[in-house]
Each structure stands twice: as C-alpha cells, then as structure tokens.
C-alpha cells in the first residue's frame, strides 16, 4: 500500500485549499481511511476519518470548515479546507487502515498566514 498526498500550500487566512490523497495497492472505498495533522512541536492529530462503515467524523477544531471525501472511481481521497486559520498550519497526512495496519502518506505542508 503506497499514499501520496499532494495539494499544500501557502494560504492567507480565510482562503481555501484542497488536499488529494492517490492510492496504489489497495482501495480507498473499502477501507477506513482519513487525514491527520502535526504541528511543528506538538503531536499528529486527527482532523477528519470516514470508517469503514462510511461514517465522517472532524476534529471539533475544523468542524463546518474541512470536508473530508472520498472518489471511488479516481481512487482519491480529498479533504477541501474552507476558512482556513493561521492555527490549521501543519504538516498533513492522509492515512488508511487496512487489515489493522495503519499506512502513512509523505505528508504536505499547509502554511496559512495571518
């Protein structure tokens, strides 16, 4: 299983970006799948799944603002971030679980200025 994640950026606050995440060796839509974050000096986090019974959890911090989705066809995970704030920069990682192993894409930097 490889994830390559693309789409990070430089953004002033209140801009939009949209992070792609491209699978090979497995398929997104049958497995739970998601974006994380880590910001420099703190710990990866969880910013929004969809499981594997399909349901979309967010991270209260990006709730109303982050969109996490998924083309099955394309085989691409995506996560469009709205309104974005100075407190989104991070490091961003898409994952995916797959019989209990947890694969890791590169990560893509987001830089929001204020």
């Known amino acids: 299983v490889q994830l390559q994640a693309c789409g990070g950026g430089l953004v002033q606050a209140g801009g939009s970006l949209r992070l792609s995440c491209a699978a090979s060796?497995?398929?997104?839509?049958?497995?739970?799948v998601g974006w994380y974050r880590q910001a420099p000096g703190k710990q990866r986090e969880v910013v929004a799944r969809?499981?594997?019974?399909?349901?979309?959890n967010y991270a209260d911090a990006v709730k109303g603002r982050f969109t996490i989705s998924r083309d099955i066809r394309k085989n691409t995970l995506y996560l469009q971030m709205n309104s974005l704030k100075p407190e989104d920069t991070a490091i961003y990682y898409c994952?995916?679980?797959?019989?209990?192993?947890?694969?890791w894409g590169q990560g893509t930097q987001v830089t929001v200025s204020s």
């Open positions: 994952s995916l679980v797959k019989n209990r192993n947890q694969y």
């Open positions: 969809i499981s594997s019974d399909r349901t979309t």
């Open positions: 060796g497995t398929r997104f839509a049958l497995n739970a």
